[in-house]
């Protein structure tokens, strides 16, 4: 065969051009380039022109440009495609900072934005609501939560979700199938509901929503036991990722579960799930706002503050104010624990804890703090116990995070979600220090009036803590800081009260309150001035150590190791207290000499002889 012959290009038949290789043989490389171009401009175009998912979203339905939504009035004929793969995905950041563990590649800079429309597709493609429920199903993980789990997630895409036609719904018992069918046939019911923790002795009941040791898990499915133990598809986490979080970041991560399943209480909307009026609500709860005007002495200010402090951590839920309520008063009957565990107890439901002296005595074993939003401390003070309790409160009322120590399970580190309020009927419960910039404290000064009260307890027992709720959601935080309190009358009272006998006697000592002049001395001249002052006035003494400690954070006292002295033919050199300025012309050791003689003739009853 010649050479010519092989390169020679068949002609092309008759028959149908099958692919791009025919028809460049048939018609050349120009008419191939023309129709692929044609191609990818009708693509183009098809995806800038698509129905509006508000209007006729279905599973088919494309997506349209944001000109195209403005513009309802377009019909588009032409047919649409659209990628089902493409899922939703969702912005958050794993609890204590952790790294996502998804499998897939994190997202970083700016990503890819989904409009509007595209998150309300996915959401109708993603997302049903469980019916005759608050809970929710997500097609994709295969398992539920709650549909307020979703106002997080969702954001402002979250309404329309709700409120659209085309909305899913499913009934409980096609979730359970759903769940058992994801599960597999081996232990179908463990398991749907029980995880594995990770080199634990016990797991994780979905249905109990708490966990359970091995023996109960053996009683509770005895058919399934041992083969879901057996089973290589069991499902399991580390003991760490079984945690409580209010913030709802992690409910949609199938790789966390979240003990958190929402509070008691439920937001008052009108069929528009828009949240009823202000006045609405106000007229719902008129009582409970009455008792806690009462509370507050009729005090606008300290009412506001009040309000503001309860409503914040419900409008950021998941947040911490760093600062506690305490209301101390002798009267009894005011309406202290109604409020805080009643009312507050009602909204919290089974993440609200009231504690006693008895669970801040026995500091290792903390399992009441878990799972906690809101603990309410009643007479928790004794008198062999609240000088020790004000420093560990202080510490929990900050806490960022704290570590759980419950009987017969591992320590964990969990964050602190939670806040605290006390009330007392002693006027010291327990002692505040210094600023004690963490309190807020209100001494209530009536007793609640009985008609009042009924009505109190009337509106719990109906809406009222639903219309509470809605109220506080509605109350205006702006300047609202969290950990700055003000200093009310009844703090000052306080502070003034929970002084040692130290302070007090300084106190008065600097004011010129006592027999005893108020001149730079000796530190054991003044020692021993504080132990018979305390004495006549029948308050505990403390040692010269304890003395000398507590000089140094008075204010206006300042202490003067190994300062020498001298007066007359005697000198020495001793722990001086300085008060007061030193005259110009004279020396340091001149001056503090002159003082100590100048304070001993001031006391001559107290010591017998010059003290070194």
Known sequence: MMDDEILKQPEASSKPLSDFNDLHVSEGLEVVREQIEQGISYQLSAFAVSPDPLVLADHLSGQKSNDEIKNNDIKHKDSVFMSHESDFVLDFTPPMNGQPESGEQEMQGVGVVQSDAE????????????????????????????????????????KHWYSHHLRKTIEKEDVEQLLIDAAGFVAPNMSKNCVLLKGETFLYDKSLNRVVGWSAAQLMYP?????????????????????????????????????????SVKELTDQDQNRLEYAVTRSRCAGILKMIWSLCNGDLDIQRWLLQWLAYPLQNEGQKAHSAVLMASHIQGSGKTTLFEKVMGGIYGKYHRVITSQELESPQFNGWLNNAAFIFGEEIATNATKYNVTPYLNALITAKSVTINEKQRPQKQVPAYFNMAFASNENIPFPLHGEARRWFVIAPASKLDEQLSQQVYSEIANDGLDA????????????????????????????????????????????????????????KQLYESYKEWASSSLEHKYSYRKFTEDLKKIEGITLLEKQRWRWGREEGQSLIISVGEKPEGKTDMDWYGECADEFEKGVPDVLDKRIA
């Open 119 to 158: 998150k309300l597709q996915n959401a109708l493609d993603r997302y049903a609501v469980i019916a005759c429920s608050n809970d929710a199903f997500d097609y994709k993980t295969k398992h539920k939560f709650k549909i307020s789990s979703l106002k997080h997630t969702l954001s402002l895409t979250f």
């Open 223 to 263: 058919h399934e036991y041992k083969k879901w133990i057996e089973s290589p598809t069991r499902c399991e986490i580390d003991y760490e990722k079984l945690i409580f979080d209010p913030t709802r970041k992690i409910d949609i991560d199938p790789n966390y579960i979240n003990t958190f399943e929402g509070y």
């Open 468 to 523: 509470f709720y809605t109220y506080l959601l509605s109350i205006p935080l702006e300047g609202f800081k969290h950990d700055k309190p003000p200093v009310t009358d009844a703090k000052r009272l306080l502070i003034n009260a929970s002084k040692r006998s130290i302070e007090v006697f300084i106190d008065e000592w600097l004011c010129g309150e006592t027999k005893y002049k108020c001149v730079s001395c000796r530190a």
